[in-house]
């Protein structure tokens, strides 16, 4: 993707969202936001798509062995949680005090 035409994300690093697509969907189970890839449009979200990944051993992992931990999913298979609102919710951005805040457009609150 290049410079000139760069995503923007309502979604940060640790925001709380809910998966709304896939294998871990739950509308109701509120997951932490461990990372994000804007360039890859992906996002590494707590407890989602969980893989195995088979090791050698080495100098750091002497044991080696099967490790199960997080692979990224789409930004779009995931929404924004509102507490106020008991659910996810989308969006809008608005300028306060020249700074951007995420407002829900549910509740009307901003997101912190």
């Given at each position: ?18 998966v ?6 739950d ?9 994000v ?27 080696g062995?099967?490790?199960k931990k ?26 306060e005090?020249?700074?951007?805040v995420?407002?829900?457009?549910e ?6």
């Open positions: 993707m290049s410079n000139r035409f760069k995503p923007k994300f309502n979604i940060k690093k640790g925001d709380t969202v809910v709304i697509a896939g294998d871990d969907k509308a109701k189970k509120p997951r932490k936001v461990l990372e890839f804007p360039e890859k449009s992906r996002v590494l979200v707590e407890g989602v798509n969980i893989v195995t990944r088979h090791t050698k051993p080495s100098a750091r992992n002497t044991r062995g099967i490790v997080e692979a990224a999913i789409h930004i779009s298979n995931v929404m924004l949680w509102d507490a106020k609102a008991g659910s996810g919710v989308k969006v809008k951005r608005s300028r005090n020249g700074k951007l995420r407002i829900s457009k509740t009307g609150e901003a997101i912190k």
